[in-house]
């Protein structure tokens, strides 16, 4: 049977057809293997860029053997293990040990001769102060030094995006923030129907002095802002510090405490009940009813960082829906 000349006219135009949508696909293919070829590309290759003071850091493409303290949190997030983690006098973060297992501490500071006994590759300062009278020129010299300024670093969401950033890790930083709203949210919902219009208090016991947490700062915005437990009017009223996440109360203001939950970090576990056992304290309504829930210094809620507010979301679930 022969195909009319008609019929061949059409066929001609389809097989045309045919042809440039193929060639197009092909155009397509070529152009999105190109992006994702020039997105290897860049992230296996160093990088210059400027820091919180300006310096121009040239970032290696892979680091393996990053110093960066008081930022171990975010690091962590990231799937990055530091070569030293972040210490004081008197302790370490507790919260993160199950991550950083064996792993070396570093003075807060960085003195620099402890700085080069761990040969890095990158360092990362959280604040400007740390680098002061030529702290940042020795650095320098002994690794690539980023400093991440105090704006960055006073939030923890921001600080996780950078080092996202920096270590060409910035879907991986995302998709852990879109994972940490989302467990917020569901354990706002739990909350709020369980608790209704209940106000929720955090305070800090350390050497017989009571300080209770800012409502923008650390564990305070994860009840207030992530969960939207409500904010007692005593802590409200407390006058407005931009630089303090604790602010001392004096036991004769914890009186005007209207708070029917109340999270307590006890620093001052084991070395006598003399505060606990105060009048004061006893007669808030809160520790009159017994909902009182003691949180060790060793938790993470003195703390702020994903992982830190993750625990501190299942301390309050733990302790609030039963």
């Known amino acids: 049977m022969f195909a009319s000349p008609k019929m061949k006219s059409r066929f001609g135009v389809f097989f045309i057809g ?17 992006n994702e070829s020039a997105n290897d590309n860049a992230a296996n290759k160093e990088k ?23 930022l171990e949190d975010p690091l962590i997030v990231l799937g990055e293990k530091p070569v030293a983690q972040w210490s004081v006098a008197n302790g370490i973060q507790d919260y993160l040990q199950a991550h950083l297992k064996n792993v070396p501490k ?23 102060s740390l680098v002061q009278k030529g702290l940042y020129e ?43 709203d989302k467990k917020a949210a569901e354990a706002k919902e739990k909350l709020h129907q369980a608790l209704g219009d209940k106000k929720v208090a955090i305070l800090w016991l350390t050497q017989k002095q009571f300080y209770v947490v800012d409502p923008t700062r650390s564990s305070g915005a994860v009840l207030y802002h992530d969960l939207g437990l409500n904010v007692p009017k005593m802590v409200q009223d407390l006058p407005k510090d931009p630089n303090a996440t604790w602010k001392p109360v004096s036991l004769e203001k914890l009186a005007d405490l209207d708070a029917d939950e109340i999270f307590l970090v006890n620093s001052d576990k084991g070395q006598g009940d003399t505060v606990l056992n105060n009048p004061v304290w006893k007669n808030l309504p809160a520790v009159k009813a017994g909902h009182v829930y003691e949180m060790s210094q060793k938790s993470s809620w003195l703390y702020s960082g994903l992982i830190a507010n993750e625990q501190i ?10």
Request: positive net charge.
């Open 48 to 70: 210059v860029v400027k820091d919180a003071m300006g310096h121009k850091v040239t970032i290696p493409a892979h680091p393996k053997r990053i110093i960066a303290p008081y």
């Open 138 to 180: 020795k650095y320098s010299k002994i690794a690539p030094t980023y400093v991440l300024g105090d704006k960055t670093a006073s939030d923890w969401r921001k600080t996780l995006l950078k080092l996202g950033e920096l270590l060409n890790k910035s879907d991986q930083a995302k998709k852990a923030l879109q994972d940490y």
């Open 18 to 34: 045919l042809l440039i949508l193929a060639l197009l696909l092909a155009g397509c293919g070529k152009a999105g293997n190109s």
């Open 106 to 128: 570093i003075n807060y500071n960085l003195p620099p001769e402890e700085v080069v006994s761990f040969n890095p590759d990158l360092i990362i300062v959280s604040s400007e």
């Open 313 to 322: 979301i299942d301390d309050v679930e733990k302790a609030l829906l039963k």
